[in-house]
């Protein structure tokens, strides 16, 4: 884990890293608290770590929340090197969108490729943070869009995150996952998303292992989602991780 | 308005009242303020206004919300007298439940009739609590199940209510007047509810013309909405019944 640059504001660090050749950020209160909980914040489709919403809700759960969190560029995205696939991917966007023609197949089919390449790099980042003792409390995720297809099958074979909040996503290959998934999960669904059908969202909510789970559905497209869901999806988050880390999952992870 | 009996205990006044022969509570805080809400309380089907579960969570929203609360006996509940159809009801549930048969459109139709003599009386009721200036603020309105079966109606022809907590109900006669719904509303729902079907919930939530409304679904049967849900069910009126009552609404009812 190598240390890109490091500044301190309003009572947040920010450390921009690399893993190998994995970009990331890491967000840590300048006042530390031994079971400061961790959590994973995995961008949506288009973004990366360091853009301007993802950096306001990053010290938004730093500040409020006394969170650590880190995040990292999904593969092709931010300053990341573009694949056949990923180039392939784009000019089929802007052509389905130029034509009028619905996208949200197109989109749930690159997302799976993503999160394939994914999934590993999110595995590193929690080995390598629990390596030089950057995890004290309980670990969180929090992803919707690109971030659930990315988190659906973290959690289904990652045990050191307990808690998640998803959504904004949904289809047939997720769906067949998520019977694995079984921590407590928040999710986030847009009623009149145009990118996810309503049935598919509902059937993805549906089909998750997890005997604790809340739908919050809210009307609006699929980038509507009211401000006052995203505090209440902390506060899920400050009920979930509070408390000191399971033993018995730090000690068999790795 | 006859006050039939009135205590104070843990910072809560609680008078028992009727208008005509309408049974019905009133909790207010021991100490009132100028903005003070009123909530509304519809209890379920087979409860009253003196239940112990309707009794400790108007007191939770008095003691921590602030919230004035008022709460009738629907008809055919607590005192009131049980008519032909009351009774028919009553025996047909028990006949279903014995024969092991769906009780579910059974329920939804008799909570429609109840409906029909319920609207006019919380009607009656806020004309009589203007009257006797017990209402300070906004008003807001708390029912699931039957008293969404009241609430759905009530607030289709009632301006004087701004806020509503629903769910635990759906049918074809409901969702048929929700779009007449217009202020914000939160909606639980219970995803394995074994009288409300979950498509019927859904589409009651879908129904509603409400612009902003919020759907929360959990796992488990119709009386297993998690404690939780009433925490943030209590933060969502107070967000939406903070601050003076509207002039142009309250001017102009009656």
Not at 4 to 30: C, M, Q, Y
Not at 131 to 143: D, L, M, P, Q, T
Not at 195 to 204: E, H, Q, S
Request: with cysteine.
């Amino acid at each position: 884990m190598r240390i890109i640059s490091e500044k301190t504001s309003n009572g947040v660090v920010e450390r921009v890293f690399t893993i190998n050749d994995l970009p990331g950020v890491l967000w840590t209160p300048a006042a530390e608290s031994i079971d400061q909980p961790l959590v994973l914040f995995a961008h949506g489709g288009g973004q990366h770590a360091l853009a301007p919403k993802v950096v306001a809700r990053t010290h938004q759960y730093v500040t409020t929340c006394g969170f650590a969190v880190a995040a990292l560029d999904a593969p092709g995205h931010g300053d990341r090197p573009k694949s056949e696939a990923d180039q392939h991917f784009v000019a089929g966007l802007r052509s389905r969108m130029a034509a009028g023609e619905p996208v949200g197949d197109h989109v749930a089919r690159y997302n799976a490729e993503l999160s394939a390449r994914a999934v590993p790099e999110w595995r590193l980042l929690l080995d390598t943070l629990e390596s030089v003792n950057a995890v004290h409390g309980r670990i969180g995720f929090w992803g919707v869009s690109l971030g659930t297809a990315i988190g659906v099958p973290l959690l289904a074979v990652e045990p050191r995150i307990t808690a998640a909040v998803l959504g904004l996503a949904g289809n047939a290959g997720l769906a067949a996952i998520a019977p694995r998934v079984s921590v407590p999960v928040r999710f986030l669904l847009q009623w009149d998303d145009e990118l996810v059908p309503r049935d598919a969202g509902l059937a993805l909510f549906d089909a998750l292992g997890s005997p604790e789970k809340t739908l919050h559905a809210n009307p609006g497209g699929h980038a509507q989602v009211p401000a006052v869901e995203m505090e209440s999806s902390a506060r899920f988050l400050a009920r979930h991780l509070a408390g000191a880390k399971p033993s018995s999952l730090s000690a068999g992870s790795g």
